[in-house]
């Protein structure tokens, strides 16, 4: 593979020397051969420009679900990566949320493989008990050498104590993650939206915000006895944050995420009853999503994720109260983002936490692996049903306005271009 990008502004904060600047980059056999400010195009190189062209490391996104293994209807491992791909994410962090439920090292290979030859690539969670029971903890160190970068169950609350008191304490002689949903069952009761206005006027069970900063503050005690890495993934109300806060400050080893649709939309959205908005943790009060932006503003909040959940037409569009939980977002998360945070902010979320998941980190300079996305931060659009490349077409930003557009991914050696 040989290419030449031509007119690029590259966007890398952490390069001052190249941070905004316009560049030609060459690429040879996957690897960045020459940075400069013009290069000579030659036969035998494929040429690449497109309209006010920026570039960037290829962008992470630490929490996605497809279907496959169990659920392909929904969407398949190589759609769903081609959908990331064309989203800009050279890696993404996949769900246990598959059938079966990947909790044993075979499950892990398969998944690590499934991307062996593409542009982006399967970095995969493991269930963190068997069969994601809450009973028994898995093979989290036999996974971990699979290629697991961290323990979850997925959107399923932790009601055992001692489950993660342990899972805590094992996994800290091999360095692993432990994920942790943060909601307690027991104060959700049959809540389906988030508890207050919305939820009495429509007459639909609420979700208090309680039910997720309890379980939060009981985790935390966990990790402060037990030590370890505690990833708690999409919170989503203000007290949350200020909980977390305080936690980091006392020196606690624990990260989290917020959801995008968290960041974009109150529960206020709810008055049709359309169960697009469906999602989980709910969507909560305009106050809620302010707090949240100040998180992620003041680092509180580690990651932003586009929780991509693809559904079927029976799983969602059906009464709300049966519907299942879960939106798609990839396509929109780039849009949204630099619409809410602005260009440098947005890249700087997106191209972040490789390090902390032990992913490899590629630089943009000469000798290095090309990672890179390619994109327009300025172009307008909107994302409509027949423009998505999804399989599944549950996604609550069809119709919004977003802001900048990929062009697509080079990496792997591989390209995904428009």
Not at 14 to 20: F, I, R, V
Not at 87 to 99: A, K, M, V
Not at 318 to 334: K, R, V
Request: glycine share 8%; net charge neutral.
């Amino acid at each position: 593979m040989n290419i030449l990008i031509k007119s690029a502004i590259i966007l890398d904060q952490s390069n001052a020397k190249l941070h905004l600047k316009k560049k030609d980059l060459l690429i040879q056999n996957g690897i960045i051969k020459q940075i400069a400010a013009e290069i000579k195009p030659e036969a035998t190189f494929k040429t690449i420009r497109y309209p006010n062209l920026h570039v960037s490391l290829g962008w992470l996104d630490t929490g996605v679900s497809f279907g496959e293994p169990g659920f392909e209807e929904r969407e398949t491992l190589e759609n769903g990566l081609r959908v990331a791909a064309m989203s800009g994410f050279t890696d993404i962090i996949l769900n246990p949320d598959t059938q079966p439920i990947p909790d044993n090292n075979s499950a892990i290979s398969y998944l690590k493989n499934a991307s062996r030859n593409t542009a982006t690539k399967i970095h995969p969670l493991g269930a963190l008990s068997v069969n994601s029971n809450g009973i028994d903890l898995a093979e989290l160190y036999d996974m971990s050498k699979a290629g697991a970068i961290g323990f979850y169950d997925y959107k399923k609350p932790l009601t055992n104590a001692n489950l993660l008191k342990i899972a805590l304490q094992y996994t800290q002689g091999f360095k692993g993650k432990v994920f942790s949903f943060p909601m307690d069952n027991s104060i959700r009761g049959k809540g389906v939206v988030n508890e207050g206005e919305v939820s009495t006027k429509l007459g639909l069970k609420g979700i208090p915000n309680l039910a997720e900063e309890l379980q939060i503050m009981r985790d935390l005690f966990i990790l402060e006895y037990t030590g370890g890495e505690l990833f708690i993934p999409t919170i989503s109300t203000a007290r949350s944050v200020e909980i977390i806060a305080n936690a980091k400050k006392r020196g606690l080893n624990v990260h989290c995420s917020v959801s995008i649709h968290n960041l974009l939309y109150s529960d206020k959205v709810l008055e049709d009853f359309d169960s697009v908005y469906k999602v989980m943790p709910p969507l909560r009060t305009d106050k809620d999503n302010k707090a949240l932006l100040k998180g992620l503003k003041d680092k509180t909040i580690d990651f932003i994720t586009s929780d991509h959940k693809p559904l079927t037409i029976d799983e969602k569009r059906i009464e709300f109260d049966n519907a299942d939980y879960g939106s798609i977002g990839l396509e929109s998360t780039f849009g949204i983002l630099n619409r809410l945070l602005g260009m440098e902010m947005a890249i700087n979320f997106l191209t972040k936490g490789r390090q902390y998941f032990n992913i490899n980190e590629n630089l943009i300079a000469t000798d290095k692996i090309a990672n890179l996305c390619l994109f327009d931060p300025h172009a307008e659009h909107i994302l409509t049903s027949e423009q998505s490349i999804s399989s599944s077409k549950n996604s609550m930003t069809f119709g919004e306005k977003l802001v900048g557009k990929v062009y697509g991914v080079i990496a792997n050696n591989k390209t995904n271009l428009t």
